[in-house]
């Protein structure tokens, strides 16, 4: 009986609280109430070390999404530049070649929303130096008119000035891979029978590096002229690249040209040419956040865990709470309001711890570089003198709004126990 005398006269801001039925004063003594047992210290120090575990898992569960979604949206920024740099944002094409592109390219740059237009030649072709031969991609383009559609002529730096008549300039990795030397001459071949080919002869002037493998290992620019001659177009081109001020309206933008020109035409965007890239770089990004997701319901798990175990030790609390006056709605906020300043706690820490080493990955790489001795990250791979970071203010709201939900709904269970135990059995509980 003194044990609850002594409890009654502890609780006497609560019995003021209940004397009212109104919502607000509810509010006041469970909030009270459940930031008193988030500081307080338990009878049981494993509940201190789960409700511990808890705020830690929810932490590193948010931390780790807020950086490795940091990092794959860098990715995603830096190979859509890649392909934007490598591609044009819109690319009409006809099977057998496009006679009068002047005219087309007029009629496409008079488009609302396209920059520029320029034509191009591409093909299948051979190139010979001595005994060694290599199947490559050529491309002609119009060095001046490129350079306003793609960034194919920023890649080759200065020897891009060089491309004219009876010149090439060839990726770096195709380069080196056929002991190619700049200044040599070689010959391209393009085959259309056993017996019938063409062959032209054209000195190596420069190199470009568009940073992807796969274009700087196959392709290679000659001028129009020089393209037109080796594939037998006379006056033809290949196709027009259309550089738009938004290259989020590509989808649209590729429909009225498909609309207005009609067949034999093709239109075709940025993301047709690379679709499997575009996709897959997606798919990667949400099965990442699925997959440490997991970490934040684990860490949920937990929560739900130490609020059940605190419920049994407040057994008789709730119990003397029940008796004089508190309902059941106000003894399960408690416990909800417990699972929330649980999770609060997480999200803040690891929001801040996220976002601190987001912003400072590249630090974190070359220390344990540093110490590791081994390349976190290998710019001859990758391509890139760093590691890309692009922090999203949506991907941080995500993030936060369901890790505080999954904490809020790890404590409904444990506060709906709560609030249905008999306050005459829990007083007399031991």
Not at 328 to 339: M, N
Not at 358 to 387: C, H, L, M, R, W
Request: aromatic content about 10%.
């Amino acid at each position: 009986m003194s044990y609850i005398a002594y409890r009654l006269k502890s609780l006497k801001f609560y019995i003021r609280c209940t004397t009212y039925d109104t919502r607000h004063t509810t509010i006041m003594w469970t909030f009270f109430l459940s930031v008193k047992y988030f500081f307080s210290k338990r009878k049981e120090g494993m509940i201190s070390l789960i409700s511990g575990i808890s705020v830690s898992g929810v932490a590193l569960g948010v931390a780790a999404l807020i950086i490795v979604l940091s990092v794959m949206n860098g990715f995603d920024s830096e190979v859509k530049s890649k392909i934007i740099g490598t591609y044009a944002h819109v690319i009409i094409m006809r099977e057998d070649g496009i006679t009068d592109y002047a005219s087309l390219v007029s009629r496409v740059e008079a488009v609302s929303g396209v920059e520029h237009a320029s034509a191009f030649v591409t093909g299948q072709a051979i190139i010979k130096k001595g005994e060694a031969i290599s199947g490559i991609i050529l491309k002609g383009i119009d060095p001046q008119k490129e350079s306003e559609v793609t960034k194919l002529i920023s890649y080759t730096g200065e020897s891009g000035d060089n491309l004219g008549p009876g010149t090439i300039i060839l990726g770096t990795e195709l380069l080196k891979n056929e002991n190619i030397n700049i200044g040599d001459m070689i010959e391209i071949f393009v085959p259309y029978s056993a017996v019938d080919f063409s062959r032209t002869k054209v000195k190596v002037v420069g190199t470009f590096n568009s940073g992807r493998y796969d274009y700087d290992a196959n392709m290679a620019l000659v001028d129009v002229k020089t393209a037109q001659q080796t594939f037998r177009l006379d006056n033809a081109v290949t196709g027009i690249g259309v550089k738009l001020t938004d290259a989020n309206r590509a989808y649209a933008i590729k429909k009225h040209f498909q609309s207005i020109l009609g067949y034999p035409y093709m239109v075709k965007t940025w993301m047709d040419l690379d679709r499997n890239l575009v996709s897959a770089l997606a798919l990667e990004k949400k099965m990442m956040f699925v997959i440490l997701g997991l970490i934040i319901m684990v860490a949920c798990f937990n929560i739900s865990g130490s609020l059940i175990m605190m419920v049994m030790e407040k057994t008789r609390d709730i119990g003397i709470l029940k008796a004089i006056g508190a309902n059941g709605r106000g003894i399960s906020l408690v416990f909800i309001l417990q699972g929330m300043l649980i999770g609060v706690s997480g999200v803040t820490l690891g929001s801040f711890a996220g976002l601190y080493i987001a912003t400072k990955i590249n630090v974190v790489s070359n220390f344990i570089e540093k110490i590791t001795g081994v390349a976190v990250f290998p710019s001859d791979v990758y391509y890139f003198t760093e590691i890309p970071v692009e922090i999203k203010n949506s991907d941080i709201f995500l993030i936060i709004s369901i890790a505080l939900f999954l904490s809020i709904a790890a404590g409904i269970y444990p506060a709906w126990k709560a609030s249905r135990l008999d306050p005459v059995d829990a007083i007399r509980y031991e």
